[in-house]
């Protein structure tokens, strides 16, 4: 079936310092999400993003964050400067369509951030 | 606001036995529930998804049936193995997913 995939699998870097997760979403599909899983927790969203620009994002979505798809490459997050508290993995999902009833969103296999 | 909430936090059972986890929803917009599977260290990925009432709908020996008058999508099994012991979220999507706390299932031998 259809993949998404995330590279790195896992990242590890030193608090304060700028971190670029990147996603390959599924070749058609048009929208594409930012979720976050601290160890244990839930799974939270973080972001969605469509045609260039970021549709709606969470509380957890802080200034730090940044999102963007340059000229249909990867699908990036950007955190600059990390905290501590971003430690997490960080899932990346795309789907094919939007305002989303029924639409199924694929999800990567997730980046393990650590933060020292 | 909109909600999913699932009642279990950890169902423990015995390889076998049926399974049953709760899931209630709250929305202002159509109703479209799923269920999602996350297995350790791996992606959430669809189990099931519905959008018609009282409509039973089954994949890999899951089922669901969305009853829209008690705002509920519980996932049921006849019968538990091993290799369903994972994390499943109840979860509904309006352009973007809301998912609940989540259920960890373990089935034991």
């Known amino acids: 079936g259809p993949k998404v995939l995330q590279i790195p699998s896992h990242q590890i870097i030193d608090m304060g310092q700028m971190v670029t997760l990147n996603c390959d979403p599924v070749?058609?599909?048009?929208?594409f999400y930012w979720y976050k899983q601290i160890l244990g927790q839930q799974m939270e969203f973080l972001v969605n993003f469509y045609n260039g620009k970021v549709m709606e994002k969470s509380k957890l979505f802080k200034d730090q964050f940044s999102v963007e798809r340059p000229d249909g490459s990867y699908f990036t997050l950007k955190i600059q400067p990390t905290a501590l508290e971003d430690s997490a993995v960080y899932f990346c999902a795309s789907s094919p369509l939007g305002l989303g009833v029924y639409a199924e969103q694929f999800f990567g296999p997730g980046t393990r951030l650590t933060v020292l | 606001g909109d909600s999913v909430t699932q009642t279990e936090g950890l169902v423990t059972l015995t390889e076998g036995l049926p399974v049953m986890l709760n899931c209630t929803y709250q929305t202002a917009y159509s109703t479209f529930l799923f269920w999602y599977v996350q297995h350790l260290n791996e992606a959430p990925k669809l189990l099931l998804k519905s959008s018609t009432d009282n409509k039973r709908t089954e994949h890999q020996g899951f089922h669901a049936t969305l009853h829209k008058s008690s705002s509920s999508f519980h996932l049921q099994k006849s019968s538990a193995q091993l290799s369903d012991s994972a994390l499943y979220y109840c979860a509904y999507n309006n352009n973007r997913i809301f998912f609940g706390d989540g259920t960890q299932l373990v089935v034991k031998p």
């Open positions: 070749s058609n599909h048009l929208y």
